[in-house]
């Protein structure tokens, strides 16, 4: 027979001095919906913010230790999968101590037509006689790490998926800005590496208690290895800042060892969205900042959002762009500046992408940078060159050599002379059509190991140019430490060319001076005007190249314009080529 609350049952329930709460299942969510006025005087509430704090605040007020498992506990009991015998720790709304809570749920006949279960609770704290038993039985249940990490005693991901559909109606209900901040503790490998593995874990714990310390409503988590997350409301983003540094100060101030604290991605816990697309968000943003340890935070946003898909796009292609031949070789004329016929010819890459057009190397080299896969693109450009070689000569273009950007970092992935030598064994092409550049910016932090890779490329036949001279990192030291070809200039100093009381021209009339003494021939790159290519030939620089002349094109753009008696690209000949570097060596004996 189901029974009715009605107003006299009502009256009489909660007029009883038993501390007692009643619960329904409402819209699948287990409810509190009558307290006995017993409980009232228990947790020093009244009746209508008694049953607000047990829907909407309950674990709020429980010990972070007890808050796993009573949540677990109660969740096991709503589905029928275990009786509910529980002592846990909480706090009333007139102070802050904690008391030991004894509470037991049992199921009834059905009220309403819907699933009803009755608790009734003890304070043990302040029941001498059966407290010592009751404690003893907690303690057997502290060391349950279902749900809780047993190094910080924060919820873990466990709890955090379980009940993360409460756990963000809550957020949402009551904070005005809900974030989810996902940290990621800088170094903790390296940390445990050089302090132990102890030392670590009380890192974790020092920076659970600053975290607690400055964010003291938010709901925190400890999340896998190096990682915590926490729900939060931001006021602004000052308020972030400041909170931030003062973390960052209290864990460097207070931990074992050297730290660099903790860095933060957030987002912005909007109506609808789920929790783990929030987490996914943060995480991604947080990768965007990890190599700066000077930025503390960043927020998710739309671009970065779509940039991290860009990014994914181009790692998971990457090889299939490279067995399709998606990504094609485009060129762009190297000129003798004394005769303005192209002496050489610059490879560019270009990744034209059946889906998404075509790709700038500005967005996808930076990406095979990062994750160390530039080598394959670089070896992959020198075997198209090659390839393309005897379509070069069908059209009537002159063989020139070609220009193939390296970095210092393909060197670390492969065998780099040996792959260049297979190549143009495979192909039968002479060395002398490839000439290979380096940044200085590389050369700037090479390793003794890749000098002498450098070395073994000169050994073999091979020609080196330093590309992108001046772009930040120039030293003289270059010079004496490398034997090279060629010094390109960065395009800045003839973009800035009349700055500052025209310092680069004497910056570059310095330079090529010092150059044809050292028998080093030199390039300007970023010719955009007669005027700069006529200071070039007064200042005797070998060679330049920018849109003044031509703009980069594939070997399809050039031989549709030859076949249409369009004009292009005048290149000198094997003979004009010879003369001229016999022409070099007789004047500066290299």
């Not at 009746?47 to 829907?55: E, S, T, V």
């Not at 904690?98 to 049992?106: D, T």
């Not at 930040?472 to 960065?490: A, E, H, R, W």
């Not at 005027?531 to 060679?543: A, T």
């Amino acid at each position: 027979m189901k029974l009715e609350i009605t107003k006299p049952i009502r009256t009489f329930f909660e007029s009883m001095t038993i501390p007692m709460a009643i619960y329904q299942k409402i819209d699948g969510k287990t409810t509190a919906v009558m307290v006995t006025q017993g409980l009232c005087d228990m947790m020093h509430a009244d009746n209508d913010r008694l049953l607000d704090i047990l829907n909407n605040h309950l674990l709020e007020h429980v010990h972070p230790d007890d808050m796993a498992r009573l949540a677990r506990n109660i969740s096991e009991f709503s589905r029928h999968l275990c009786g509910y015998d529980v002592i846990y720790r909480s706090k009333y709304e007139t102070n802050d101590d904690y008391h030991y809570i004894h509470s037991i749920g049992k199921f009834m006949p059905d009220i309403d037509g819907r699933e009803t279960a009755l608790f009734t609770y003890a304070d043990v704290s302040e029941s001498e006689s059966e407290s010592h038993l009751l404690i003893e039985s907690y303690k057997m249940f502290q060391n349950d790490h279902f749900y809780s990490d047993p190094v910080t005693g924060l919820p873990n991901l466990n709890y955090l998926f379980e009940f993360k559909n409460d756990i963000l109606e809550k957020a949402k209900a009551y904070s005005k800005s809900p974030a989810l901040f996902y940290f990621d503790v800088n170094g903790l490998r390296f940390y445990n590496n050089q302090y132990g593995f102890s030392q670590g874990d009380e890192l974790l714990r020092l920076i659970t208690n600053v975290l607690k310390s400055e964010f003291p409503k938010a709901f925190l988590n400890r999340g896998a290895d190096d990682h915590f997350v926490m729900i939060a409301d931001i006021t602004d983003d000052k308020q972030v800042s400041d909170k931030l540094k003062t973390i960052n100060e209290k864990i460097k101030a207070d931990a074992f060892g050297n730290t660099a604290g903790v860095q933060a991605g957030i987002c912005f816990l909007e109506k609808n969205m789920e929790l783990s697309t929030a987490m996914d968000h943060a995480k991604h943003s947080l990768r965007e900042i990890r190599n700066d340890l000077n930025i503390t935070h960043v927020y998710h946003t739309q671009e970065n959002d779509e940039k991290y898909w860009e990014q994914r796009y181009i790692l998971e292609t990457f090889n299939q762009a490279l067995n399709e031949e998606w990504i094609k070789v485009y060129y762009q004329a190297i000129m003798r500046v004394e005769t303005g016929k192209a002496a050489a010819l610059e490879a560019l890459a270009r990744w034209v992408d059946p889906v998404r057009g075509i790709i700038m190397p500005g967005t996808f080299i930076p990406v095979l940078e990062k994750y160390h896969m530039l080598y394959k693109l670089d070896l992959y450009m020198v075997e198209q060159i090659c390839k393309e070689i005897p379509k070069r000569k069908e059209i009537g273009l002159p063989i020139i050599p070609v220009t193939v950007n390296f970095s210092a970092q393909d060197f670390d992935h492969a065998d780099i002379v040996k792959s260049l030598n297979d190549i143009f064994e495979k192909y039968n092409i002479d060395k002398k059509n490839i000439i290979i550049e380096i940044t200085e910016q590389d050369l700037a932090k090479a390793t003794d190991v890749f000098k002498s890779q450098l070395d073994s490329l000169r050994n073999n036949g091979f020609h080196i140019w330093i590309d992108d001279f001046g772009s930040g990192y120039s030293s003289l030291n270059i010079f004496s430490q490398y034997n090279v070809d060629l010094i390109k200039f960065d395009l800045e100093f003839l973009r800035h060319l009349d700055d500052n009381n025209g310092a680069n021209r004497h910056i570059l009339r310095g330079m090529v001076d010092i150059c044809n003494k050292l028998g080093i021939r030199t390039l300007a790159e970023g010719i955009e005007s007669a005027e700069k290519l006529e200071f070039l030939k007064k200042i005797g620089c070998n060679f330049a190249q920018g849109y003044y002349f031509y703009k980069p094109e594939s070997l399809g753009s050039i031989s549709f314009k030859i076949q249409n008696g369009n004009p292009i690209i005048e290149c000198e000949t094997p003979e004009e080529r010879k003369k001229y570097i016999q022409e070099w060596k007789n004047t500066y004996g290299k």
